[in-house]
């Protein structure tokens, strides 16, 4: 049974409760990490631990943790449950208090962290994505744990049969439900600019700093709703899905139909960073590598 960590304990996850009271069960008040771990080690730990930070400073719950605890609880939990590859899931709400949106009296944070086994494709398969309304709040920045918009959208895609749901806002693509959107022209990369209209993804940053330090072109820059649809290839970040090539958009081929030569380039640019990283960790040399400019 895996083990998990809560409020100061790591057990089994199936002996793990919480009150119903919590803010999170009754508001959703809350916000979370997902964390990659490729052969046992926390990728890109530094950055989701910052993310989280900003997450809690914008709901103003306060940081329950430092990033040294919590780099401990999440490297214990992940040695229980194998070492390996996993994904790691931590959460923290507000805490345990009497239903009122106004907490009356300060409560301590809930937190909590599980893992679960992954098993990244050789190869990131490529999917379908359907463009749909982008129904979300305004705080998209913020990674909060009230995500029924996400699931609405997801299953919307489910039911044009595609994977991803890619989110069109003022006529622009802001993000997928659960994933950052990139698009090329004529060679070109580009990808909506973090704000709060999306979710400043660490795969996403990662990605483009690989391209630009490879001095391939790439911008931040927003992409319209019809520029998406003549796209030469679409491709999707994400923590646990890395990075996804979309091979057709609304029932149509995107550009040939297949994962396009620089997806192929990024993967590869992706692949030798995590190869690069793991080797460091494990040789005890660096923790936090930057990209290797070309
Ligand atoms: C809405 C949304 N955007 C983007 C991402 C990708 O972020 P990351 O690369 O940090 O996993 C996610 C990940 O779950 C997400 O939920």
Known sequence: MPSCYLNGEVLPLEEARIPVLDRGFIFGDGVYEVIPVFGGRLFRLAEHLKRLAASLKAVRIARPLGDEEWADILKTLVDRNGGGNQSVYLQVTRGVARRDLVLAEPVSPTVF???????????????GAVTCDDIRWRYCHIKAIGLLPNVLLRLQAADAGAYEAILIRDGRVTEGAA???????????????KGPELLPGITRDLIVELLQAARLPCHETRISAEALASADEIW???SVRELCPVTALDGRPVGRGVPGPLWRCALDLYQAYKQRTYQAEVEGCV???RPAAS
């Open 236 to 238: 999707l970040t994400s």
């Open 113 to 127: 962290a599980m893992s679960n086994p992954l098993t990244p494709p050789r190869e990131p398969e490529p999917v």
């Open 287 to 289: 923790s936090d590598l």
């Open 179 to 193: 994933s950052n959107v990139f698009a090329v022209h004529a060679g070109v990369v580009t990808t909506p600019p």
